[in-house]
């Protein structure tokens, strides 16, 4: 039986309800205590937590605590995901291959522009759109994002990393996830899934050491910014492949 994962603040999240019946859901609550009972009564557990690290110190305890080693998959999503996944609902449906997927396509509409999905979507038959993204700086190969540059410029200074370090390999040394650094030492790209919504194998997510998950869930407690970088490596965490750039030979890593 999978699983859906939901990290809420203050988000309406009667949406809840049209989850296929065939999901455990997991509500973790870090904002208002205003979740109605009809909501509380009906999901699988309810947990209310303290409001730090994003909704990645939601993924990582639930990682740690509450992911059975069989052979079904997790869903994990911040609490309205239809501004980065319009469709959300209907993929909860499909059919996944890999360890691990995105669900979204979008920041918000309009970002990336409309022209990008409508041309992504008429040359490939996929049903989420991943983002690809510099592993320097940081930001989209397609379109301008403003956010993301700032987010790598205040790693540089949080953290004393001279521009022009590639940031993930950064990141995953500090967190001890060393076979994945490696990989991403010899790359330029990576992929996200927007909003941090994505899928998972749960064998997938026992086949990481649990050091690895308390160091990243004390990384991202302890410096704030480090939530909005996790955001994006969450594909990888997971052993997605990075993309290196060969003007002579491109390939994947």
């Known amino acids: 039986m999978p699983s859906i994962v939901i990290s809420r603040y203050n988000e309406n999240i009667d949406w809840i309800k049209n989850i296929p019946d065939y999901y455990k859901i997991f509500l973790y609550n870090k904002g208002p205590k205003n979740v109605s009972p009809e909501i509380t009564n009906n999901v699988y557990k309810y947990i209310e937590l303290e409001n730090v690290g ?5 993924y990582l305890l639930h990682m740690i605590c509450n992911v059975e080693n ?4 997790t869903v994990f999503s911040q609490g309205d995901p239809f501004d980065h996944s319009e469709n959300f609902l209907a993929l909860l449906s499909h059919e996944f291959s890999g360890d691990v997927w995105g669900y979204a396509s979008q920041w918000k509409p309009g970002y990336p522009p409309q022209s990008t999905l409508q041309k992504y979507f008429a040359n ?3 049903v989420a759109r991943n983002e690809i993204f ?3 700086n ?5 379109s301008f994002d403003e956010g993301a540059f700032l987010i790598s410029r205040l790693y540089f200074e949080t953290f004393g990393v001279k ?5 993930a390999a950064d990141f995953f040394e500090k967190i001890g996830h060393y076979r994945v650094r490696e990989k991403a030492l010899n790359a330029t790209f990576g992929e ?7 899928g998972v194998r749960n064998q997938a997510i026992h086949s990481i050491e649990r050091d690895i998950y308390i160091k ?3 990384f991202v407690r302890s410096a704030g910014m480090a939530g909005h970088i996790m955001e994006r490596l969450w594909l990888h965490f997971f052993d997605h492949p990075f993309i290196c750039f060969d003007p002579k030979n491109n390939h994947t890593a």
């Open 54 to 58: 994003k909704e990645s110190d939601t």
């Open 216 to 218: 990243a869930l004390t």
């Open 138 to 142: 940081w930001g989209p190969i397609q």
């Open 124 to 126: 490939n038959h996929d």
């Open 163 to 167: 521009n022009g370090i590639n940031i």
């Open 134 to 136: 510099s592993l320097f």
């Open 70 to 73: 069989d052979d079904s998959y």
């Open 192 to 198: 996200f899934s927007y909003g941090a919504i994505f």
